[in-house]
C-alpha cells in the first residue's frame, strides 16, 4: 500500500526567508504523481505544486520548488520569500495507480513569523 | 469556473443520530472523491466515484457510512447511526479525467461535523 510520511508536524518561518517542508512516501508503482497542497483555515485545499515521477527535473511554480529524490522516496517542498499568506498547513501527497486515488500525509503547519 | 460545491458547512448532532452530506463537483468533472479529515490528521479516502460508479470504497465503514451520485453529478454522503469518532471535516474533491494518473484534485471547503 502507498504511505505518505510528513515528520514536521509543525515549522516556522521569518517572514521572507526560506523554508524546507519534508515528505517520503512509499510505493511499488513506477507511474505516480507527487502533489503539495495548502490548506488555509477556510479548510480549503489548493493545489501548490506537482512533480512527475517520470521527469528528472524538479518542479518550480514561482516562490515554491520542490526537491525530488525518486531513488530516496523523498519529495521536500521549499518555499522561498516565505510571506505571511503562506501561513497554513501543508499536506504531501502521491497519486498514482489505477483510479488516480490521493493518499495523503498527515501535514505540516506553517507559521510565518511577521 | 465554479468550485466544488458542499453543504452545509458546519453540522452538530447528537450521537445515533443521522446526518447528510452534500456535495456539487465542478461541472464535467467525471471522478468525485469523499475524504474524512480528523483533526490533527491527514484526510482519508472514503470512497472514490467515476461518473456513477463506485471506483474504490474500501475504507468506507459500510455498516453506517453510505453514499451515491446520481446520474453522475450531485453526491450524498451518509452517516447513520453516527459515533463520536465520526467527529471530523468532510471534504468532497473532483478531477476531470479519471484516467490521467496527476489530474489534480479541486476541494471543497468541506463539512465539520461535531457528534456530540
Known amino acids: 500500500a502507498q504511505t505518505v510520511t510528513q515528520s514536521q508536524p509543525e515549522m516556522s518561518v521569518q517572514e521572507a526567508e526560506t523554508v524546507t517542508l519534508s515528505c517520503t512516501y512509499d510505493?511499488?508503482?513506477?507511474?505516480?504523481?507527487l502533489f503539495w497542497y495548502k490548506q488555509p483555515p477556510s479548510r480549503q485545499m489548493i493545489l501548490v505544486i506537482r512533480?512527475?515521477?517520470?521527469?528528472?527535473q524538479n518542479a518550480t511554480e514561482n516562490r515554491f520548488s520542490v526537491n525530488f529524490q525518486k531513488a530516496a522516496k523523498s519529495f521536500s517542498l521549499k518555499i522561498s520569500d516565505s510571506q505571511l499568506g503562506d501561513a497554513a498547513m501543508y499536506f504531501c501527497?502521491?497519486?498514482?495507480?489505477?483510479?488516480?486515488?490521493?493518499?495523503f500525509g498527515t501535514g505540516t503547519s506553517l507559521t510565518v513569523i511577521p | 469556473e465554479a468550485g466544488v460545491a458542499q453543504s452545509p458547512r458546519y453540522k452538530i448532532i447528537e450521537k445515533r443520530q443521522s446526518v447528510a452530506f452534500w456535495c456539487n463537483p465542478i461541472?464535467?468533472?467525471?471522478?468525485l472523491y469523499w475524504y474524512q479529515q480528523i483533526l490533527g490528521q491527514g484526510p482519508k479516502l472514503l470512497i472514490q466515484?467515476?461518473?456513477?460508479?463506485?471506483?474504490?470504497d474500501s475504507q468506507l465503514p459500510k455498516d453506517r457510512f453510505s453514499a451515491e451520485r446520481l446520474k453522475g453529478v450531485d453526491s450524498t454522503l451518509k452517516i447513520q447511526p453516527a459515533k463520536l469518532e465520526d467527529s471530523a471535516v468532510y471534504l468532497c474533491?473532483?478531477?476531470?479525467?479519471?484516467?490521467?494518473?496527476?489530474?489534480?484534485?479541486?476541494f471543497g471547503q468541506g463539512t465539520r461535523l461535531t457528534v456530540v
Open positions: 466515484f467515476q461518473n456513477n460508479g463506485v471506483v474504490d
Open positions: 474533491a473532483s478531477s476531470l479525467d479519471p484516467f490521467a494518473i496527476g489530474a489534480e484534485a479541486f
Open positions: 510505493t511499488s508503482e513506477s507511474d505516480y504523481y
Open positions: 501527497a502521491y497519486s498514482g495507480g489505477t483510479g488516480n486515488q490521493f493518499y
Open positions: 512533480q512527475e515521477a517520470y521527469k528528472q
Open positions: 461541472s464535467g468533472h467525471a471522478t
